[in-house]
């Protein structure tokens, strides 16, 4: 990879052998953007017929009515000077002055990664890895600096943050600070978004944009089960295989706003960032702030294409920590078996059920600590019940072990229930308004993690928990979204900090937790998917997909995630029928193959299942065991899109390309059958592949451009998988 800068033409030029990226700098100094995409060999101003006179345009150079900020494409854009279209960032000064302007300043080349304070990001293990481009912008009349920076990897991504400096002798107020903008040239895009609901998260939404804008955000204090901080921009007509994708994506876990919007004349503008509602960042002078890192992906092989760019980066260069490298626990979780229902016997019986059955890791939901038996009381208070675990955890969690099994813990740490000691003694650690009485949600409130010493309490608590080194896996929940923006710690211009502040102190925990306790295995959840994001999988290498268990259900929600998530991030467990959400009865057969195209889990009270429904389970988890580095470490490929056909299926390629795992489920049976074909996808096409159960033997070029058909199953939800092996 390599970043130039040629002087004449003021350009810079970041590229590699598959993209380029190219910025300006243009009339009075303002930053343009000239392109992203497939690599080209150098810029030559193609591109500059945006120079015209035009109705309502504000011209910064009074005497060229030609130069309108309105019509160029913007690299960082401002309000106040005539782009009147979304800007970038925002400021507010003491006089209440909002107008800012700020000029390029200046460049440095860097060799290697600079990462945002505080914040994950894509990181690199040399410094060879990366190069990155800082740009400098002033503002000299109230001296402030914003650097932009850019870096370069060698696959087809770069990734952007900005870090705002005050270089003044006031405080400025940030209003509004975006990780990037980016202004596209005038051509037809489908914009794709991942949005749903608590149990329906990453439903695909892809709709042709024409005017207007389309704007994404959460601003619940997480990334959210709602919304995910991803834009796709997507040639129209593009498909799995084929077409041009731009992919943007936050590597942040808290309050967004994504947006694209057209510009009058044609143009494209796309942003992603923390939120701009409720947010005010008080940067005192000498101070500096940093924006979360957006990854910009660009694929010319289709959606396809640019998930296994994100899934490669986000496995390899996000994910941190052994277990990024180890095949991931096949686990069993005991809340859908027993709710709130735990004890240390029934406990112990499971574990010899789960010994039995191959699985390797069982996992005590909610419901084991002081007085929780419902989800009313006891947040907050990380000490166990002694009623229902007289000896003590400690004492279960070795148990457990010496059966076989790993013992693994369900937290929900940034939470605290009314009725809780935490409460009676720290009522102020609450994130409330000063006035009003907090808004309750599953009957609790949420602790303000802006607060260093409610940081360093639920550390300790944890920590508590896991030092003995019996508890190998920690489930971090998160069941509530944030009301009552408010802090009692923060002081008056603070309090429009408290959502990213929030954020930033529940990744300090993070960060002291998984450095303190590199062994334990950290799972992320919040009601299931409500914070996949890769900001959370920068601590913990694996999220809890989704609270919807129904495999039919889970065909969308996986198809929806792994367009950003490698299969290696996902929980995905088999649960008892009927399914607990929706109450649809599938067979235990297409269960396990949903579930088996993530981490597989079990999550069901195995002593309630029949011998032979047993007998199979311990089949399943043998065949996993065997699949699962081609699962977790392989190639992925959506063969058929259950969103819109009556089917879902996908292959996997193991990395050594020997194993070729298929799968298909068809939704409902249809009298007129309608034959499926589906041609798999990553093999060689001049390669021999034995269909491991059958012993038949295909071409690569075989599956790869005929197919494969299903036969006719009378039957809704019926599932398929073929196994082959690479002669
Ligand atoms: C959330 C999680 C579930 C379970 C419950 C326990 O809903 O997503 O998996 O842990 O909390 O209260």
């Known amino acids: 990879m390599q970043i130039s800068f040629e002087e004449e033409q003021q350009v810079f030029h970041l590229y590699n052998d598959k993209i380029s990226y190219v910025i300006q700098v243009e009339k009075q100094r303002y930053l343009k953007h000239c392109y992203y995409g497939k690599r080209i060999k150098r810029w030559h101003s193609g591109i500059k017929d945006y120079y015209y006179d035009r109705g309502f345009c504000a011209n910064p150079i ?26 970038a960032y925002e400021l507010e000064d003491r006089n209440g002055d909002k107008n800012a302007r700020f000029f390029y300043n200046g ?14 990001h894509v990181y690199t293990d040399a410094d060879t890895e990366a190069m990155t481009l800082e740009i400098t912008l002033q503002d000299k009349v109230r001296n402030q600096r914003i650097l932009l920076y850019y870096t370069i990897y060698e696959d087809a991504v770069v990734t952007r943050f900005a870090k705002w400096i005050n270089d003044g002798t006031e405080p400025i107020e940030i209003c509004r600070f975006l990780s990037m903008n980016m202004d596209l040239p005038t051509q037809e895009y489908d914009v794709l978004t991942l949005s749903g609901a608590h149990t329906e998260e990453k439903n695909v939404y892809r709709r042709p944009l024409c005017a207007d804008s389309v704007t994404i955000e959460s601003s619940r204090g997480t990334s959210s089960p709602q919304a995910t901080p991803f834009i796709g921009l997507l040639s129209p007509g593009t498909t799995e295989e084929q077409g041009e994708v731009l992919g943007v994506n936050l590597i942040y876990s808290g309050n967004f706003y994504g947006c694209v919007q057209c510009g009058q004349y044609g143009t494209t503008r796309v942003q992603l960032g923390i939120n701009p509602f409720q947010f005010c960042w008080n940067l005192k002078p000498k101070e500096q702030f940093d924006t979360p890192e957006a990854v910009l992906v660009y694929s010319q092989e289709g959606l396809g294409g640019m998930s296994a760019i994100f899934h490669r980066l986000y496995r390899k260069r996000v994910c941190r920590g052994k277990f990024r490298d180890q095949e991931r626990p096949v686990l069993l979780n005991s809340w859908e078996g027993m709710y709130f229902a735990l004890s240390e016997e029934k406990l112990l019986g499971l574990a010899d059920e789960a010994v039995k059955a191959g699985i390797e890791l069982l ?6 600590f002081r007085g929780r038996n419902s989800d009313t009381t006891s947040l907050g208070d990380w000490v166990e019940d002694k009623e229902k675990f007289p000896n003590g955890i400690q004492d279960l969690a070795k148990k457990v072990r010496e059966k ?25 650690w609450v994130i409330k308004s000063h006035c009003y009485s907090p808004i309750q949600s599953r009957n609790q409130l949420v602790l303000d993690l802006s607060n ?9 608590a944890i920590s508590e928990i896991l030092k003995d080194g019996n508890i190998t896996y920690v489930k971090w929940d998160m069941n509530r979204h944030l009301t009552d923006l408010g802090s ?20 300090s925990i993070l960060e002291q937790l998984t450095e303190s306790f590199p062994d334990v295995l950290f799972e992320g959840c919040s009601s299931g998917g409500g914070r996949f994001d890769a900001g959370m999988l920068y601590y913990m290498p694996q999220t809890w997909t989704s609270d919807n268990t129904d495999a039919v259900c889970r065909l969308k929600i996986q198809h929806g995630t792994s367009l950003l998530f490698p299969s290696i991030s996902m929980g995905a467990h088999v649960s008892a029928v009927p399914n607990h959400q929706v ?4 067979s235990l057969e297409t269960r396990y193959l949903v579930a088996a195209a993530g981490n597989l889990g079990y999550e069901l009270d195995l002593k309630k299942l029949s011998q032979g429904e047993l007998e199979q389970i311990k089949k399943q988890i043998v065949q996993y065991k065997r699949l699962r580095r081609t699962v977790q470490f392989g190639e992925y490929y959506r063969l058929a899109d259950p969103f819109t056909e009556n089917q879902a299926a996908w292959n996997f390629v193991s990395e050594d390309g020997k194993q070729v795992i298929f799968s298909h489920v068809q939704i409902l049976a249809r009298s007129a059958y309608r034959i499926p074909t589906l041609r798999l996808r990553g093999l060689d096409p001049k390669a021999e592949y034995k269909n491991t159960e059958t012993k038949e033997v295909f071409g690569g070029d075989e599956l790869m451009y005929a197919g494969i058909t ?17 002669i």
Not at 62 to 87: H, N
Not at 406 to 417: D, T, V
Not at 452 to 460: A, D, F, Q, R, S
Request: glycine share 10%; net charge negative; proline share 6%.
């Open 62 to 87: 009074a005497e060229d009515r030609t130069f309108s900020l309105d019509t160029q494409l913007r690299e960082f854009p401002e309000s106040g000077q005539g782009d009147f279209r979304s800007p």
């Open 107 to 120: 460049y440095r080349i860097l060799s290697g990664k600079i990462a945002p304070d505080g914040l994950p």
């Open 363 to 368: 996992v005590m939901d909610d419901g084991w």
């Open 404 to 428: 076989g099994l790993e013992f693994g813990i369900w937290f929900e740490p940034e939470m605290i229930s009314y009725e809780s000691e935490l409460y009676k003694q720290h009522s102020d």
């Open 452 to 460: 260093p010493k409610v940081c360093e309490y639920l550390t300790e």
């Open 488 to 507: 009692t710690f923060l002081d008056r211009e603070s309090q429009g900090e408290l959502s990213h502040r929030y954020v930033l102190g529940l990744y």
């Open 583 to 586: 109450g649809r009865t599938t």
């Open 710 to 726: 299903i036969p006719r199953v009378r039957q809704d939800f019926s599932g398929t998988m073929i196994v082959f092996e690479k």
